[in-house]
């Protein structure tokens, strides 16, 4: 009762000076002290992707409930520079300071009163996997080094490491689930996910529990085919496989190994050269007769080992388990390669974030690629051409095509999401690794609920 007559008492005296109800709003929210609480529990988390080509920084900022805040006028805050780390091969500690222009930009755009509390990680991913001996590992040791002696930020003993295949298909997996608001829901409504790099090409998607039980064992040394993923209190078995040697830029390499020396009816009229991929060089020659759709798809499915024993009920291709087709993967997000051929042969608008495609479409486009000379595809895919890969575009059409017809089982007419970004909150975010790994960097932070672990 008397608190009753002080509250009252209190809002009378209140009443004169309240004018508006814009005014009370304004009033509440710099007056509650709820509101400071929120902003303090507020986090922010740095990721450095470290790919073969450059170094890129990506800065999100989580609220309480771990959804994404606006950095300025984006959702993150995102720069890249040039050469990527495996550039510096027997410079560790340049390969280093090549971060500290981006790390600086971090310390900007992070309040300072935060660094502290600022989880940073580094992935590295493609190029420097490939580097012979322990010249990566140098390189990382050197990366450590510099962001604990240079850095304000929480880094981690486990910061700085090599993602592999199998961890970027399943932070992909992450990134596009938590962007579409997937996560936390039953498997069936989880979107599986496709990304084409330059060497390997990840699948991943989640699978119920007794396909997860059942599922093959592997090799000792190899990657098991189902991680256990907890995601807003919810576990999840998720199926993912990468596969080495069946990248953009890697499947040339196998296309052409076909042939050896002989022309390869993948390469259009007129083209005689030689491709490198990692340090190797192959002939890459046209046929007389130039390029031809039907063989050169007998290629490509020979290059994807289609015919390779199964050991298991089905596989997708060289002997791999296909991880039983179940819901998870009824919906198909296809990112990198599978986003930027299709944009760099001008099939669709840059700007786009994403869009519908079918493997049909692939293999539409393939048919007219393979039957252009080398001179005239010079100038219908100008963009190719720009990146001196023109030769290619019937190749790569229709590996496209086989990987995912014959060598993941879909249907020629199902429609696929190709991205580079999802829309989230009135901005784009990029459909990568990075923010998968932020969200599991930020949920080790003791103030968050364990949101996302491995188990
Ligand atoms: C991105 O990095 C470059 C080079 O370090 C810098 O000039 C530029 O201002 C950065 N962009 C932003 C938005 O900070
Ligand atoms: C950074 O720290 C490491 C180990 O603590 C040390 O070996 C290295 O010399 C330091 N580097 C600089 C530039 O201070
Ligand atoms: C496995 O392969 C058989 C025959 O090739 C097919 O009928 C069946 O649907 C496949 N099952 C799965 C789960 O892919």
């Not at 007389?288 to 080992?305: D, P, T």
């Not at 999401?417 to 009135?426: A, D, H, P, R, V």
């Amino acid at each position: 009762m008397e608190f009753l007559i002080k509250l009252i008492t209190f809002l009378l005296f209140l009443m004169p000076s309240i004018t508006s109800s814009q005014y009370i709003r304004n009033n509440i929210f710099n007056n509650r002290k709820i509101f400071a609480k929120q902003e303090t529990i507020s986090s922010y988390a740095v990721v450095f992707d470290a790919g073969s080509t450059g170094s890129r920084i990506h800065i999100y900022l989580f609220d309480q409930n771990l959804d994404l805040l606006h950095i300025g006028k984006a959702v993150e805050f995102f720069n890249k520079t040039t050469p990527g780390l495996s550039a510096y091969e027997n410079n560790p500690e340049q390969a280093a300071k090549s971060l500290i222009p981006l790390l600086e930009q971090a310390e900007r755009v992070v309040p300072k009163d935060l660094h502290r509390k600022t989880p940073v990680r580094l992935g590295a991913t493609a190029g420097l996997r490939l580097l012979n001996g322990d010249a990566s590992e140098k390189i990382l040791q050197a990366v450590r080094n510099m962001l604990s002696n240079r850095s304000t930020f929480n880094v981690q003993p486990d910061a700085v490491s090599i993602i592999d295949g199998t961890q970027e298909g399943s932070y992909l997996w992450v990134t596009v689930n938590y962007l579409l608001g997937n996560l936390g829901k039953k498997y069936t409504k989880t979107v599986g996910v496709m990304d084409l790099g330059g060497g390997s090409v990840q699948m991943a998607y989640a699978v119920s529990k007794k396909t997860a039980k059942n599922a093959p064992k592997v090799a000792d040394g190899d990657d098991p085919y189902i991680r256990k993923i907890v995601l807003k209190g919810k576990p999840y078995d998720l199926y993912v496989h990468s596969y080495l040697h069946f990248g953009r830029e890697a499947s040339r390499a196998e296309i052409l190994k076909v042939t050896h020396n002989s022309p390869n009816p993948c390469i259009l009229a007129g083209f005689d050269g030689t491709y490198t991929y990692s340090g190797e060089e192959f002939k890459a020659t046209a046929p007389a007769s130039g390029a031809n759709f039907k063989e050169c798809k007998k290629i490509i499915r020979k290059a994807l080992k289609l015919n390779y024993p199964c050991p298991y009920q089905n596989c997708t291709f060289g002997g791999i388990w296909n991880g039983g087709r179940g819901s998870g993967q009824k919906h198909l997000f296809a990112s990198s390669s599978f986003y930027y051929l299709p944009e760099d042969a001008g099939l669709i608008d840059a700007n786009i974030p994403n869009f519908q495609i079918r493997p049909v479409d692939l293999e539409i486009e393939a048919k007219k690629a393979c039957a252009l000379n080398f001179e005239d595809a010079k100038s219908t895919y100008p963009l190719l051409e720009k990146r001196n890969i023109v030769s290619y575009v019937c190749m790569d059409f229709i590996y496209q095509y086989v990987l995912l017809v014959d060598g993941f089982g879909l249907d020629p007419l199902q429609e696929i999401t190709s991205g580079k970004e999802i829309e989230y909150e009135n901005a784009v975010v990029e459909a990568a690794w990075p923010l998968g790994n932020a969200v599991e960097a930020i949920s080790s932070l003791p103030k968050f609920e364990r949101m996302m672990y491995f188990v």
